[in-house]
């Protein structure tokens, strides 16, 4: 872990995509090896994800920040039009919210959620919704404590690479999500 380091939030660009591609696997590799099987983690690759990225910075409704740590992408955080059919009109996805493990537990993903908020709530979302593996007790743990509620009755449950794995969706409305990231 890094103690409290500058780190310095912006739009993404299509040059960022191959260390947003590197944090991704790195965080992956890092907070699933309990979850899911190694030979899957590390079948994940960077140059797949960076192809990855770079269409859907150039081509998809989808915006991104990253964070910006020693001259380097250090965490980014993806969002859009939420996927979900089952929800309320005006909703927001969070679809990925990434450290590089280095800089978790020193404030650096606060920050990288804080600046996220500030930029969704520009575009006056109903809700703030994100989907999270049951199992991932760490992310939850940052969920909450932003102000996510878990959403009753959507915990579902999908395989991925030979595991079976539960996910909840948690939601908010931007003015929880506002106390809840920035408390008074």
Not at 156 to 174: A, D, I, K, M, Q
Request: net charge negative; charged share 20%; proline share 4%.
């Amino acid at each position: 872990m890094i103690e409290r380091v500058p780190v310095t939030v912006r739009w993404a660009s299509l040059d960022d995509a191959a260390g947003i591609a590197r944090v991704h696997v790195r965080a992956w590799r890092v907070a699933y090896r309990d979850i899911l099987l190694w030979d899957y983690l590390e079948s994940l690759s960077v140059t797949q994800q960076k192809r990855l990225w770079q269409d859907r910075l150039m081509h998809g409704e989808t915006r991104v920040v990253v964070a910006e740590g020693d001259g380097r992408v250090v965490g980014f955080c993806a969002w859009g039009p939420c996927r979900d059919t089952d929800t309320v009109p005006h909703q927001i996805e969070i679809y990925t919210l990434y450290l590089d493990p280095a800089y978790w537990s020193c404030g650096v993903g606060r920050h990288l959620w804080q600046h996220a908020l500030t930029e969704i709530r520009q575009d006056s979302p109903s809700h703030i919704s994100l989907w999270v593996l049951t199992a991932n007790e760490r992310a939850l743990r940052f969920y909450r404590a932003a102000g996510f509620a878990c959403d009753p009755g959507s915990q579902t449950s999908f395989e991925l690479g030979g595991v079976t794995l539960g996910e909840v969706r948690l939601v908010g409305t931007p003015e929880e999500l506002w106390r809840g990231s920035f408390p008074a």
